[in-house]
């Protein structure tokens, strides 16, 4: 993804990855923070959140480019990425589990807005990659 950023923000894209890495750690782990500060033994805060920014980043870039489930099931990342909200949307209201969802969706729509925010264009560009997509399940 790294190098992503590089070819669309030039000498500064590193930067930006850093930043937007580190950023997404923060802002997905703080809703959770705020709503367990009260509750010394929850212990669900972590970098995961920062994970799912950039592989968010990769999909609103990159969206028809495949991301292997398990290592084995290549799926066009829009299409992952959708399941993969529904999923942590559905997993973060049922809790028990002691998995830091709502963070895995933060950073993932964290993602999203940094690189919305940072090149507007991303987002028509995202739109004429999915217009054009065809599945092929026979790759």
């Known amino acids: 993804m790294e190098f992503k950023f590089f070819e669309v923000f030039g000498e500064t894209g590193s930067l930006y990855f850093i930043i937007l890495y580190f950023m997404a750690i923060v802002v997905s782990d703080l809703p959770t923070f705020f709503k367990h500060k009260d509750?010394?033994?929850y212990n669900s805060l972590g970098a995961s959140g920062g994970v799912a920014a950039v592989i968010f980043a990769f999909i609103i870039f990159l969206?028809?480019?495949?991301?292997?489930?398990y290592?084995?099931?290549?799926?066009?990342g829009f299409i992952l990425g959708t399941l993969y909200v529904i999923y942590s949307y559905y997993q973060g209201k049922k809790g028990g589990d002691n998995i830091n969802h709502s963070a895995h969706l933060?950073?993932?729509?964290?993602?999203?807005?940094?690189?919305?925010?940072?090149?507007?264009?991303?987002?028509?560009e995202f739109f004429e990659q999915i217009a054009t997509w065809q599945p092929n399940f026979f790759k």
């Open 39 to 41: 509750h010394p033994g």
């Open 106 to 124: 933060f950073g993932a729509v964290f993602g999203l807005v940094f690189c919305i925010v940072l090149y507007p264009n991303v987002l028509p």
């Open 71 to 76: 290592f084995a099931v290549p799926i066009p």
């Open 63 to 69: 969206p028809l480019e495949n991301i292997y489930l």
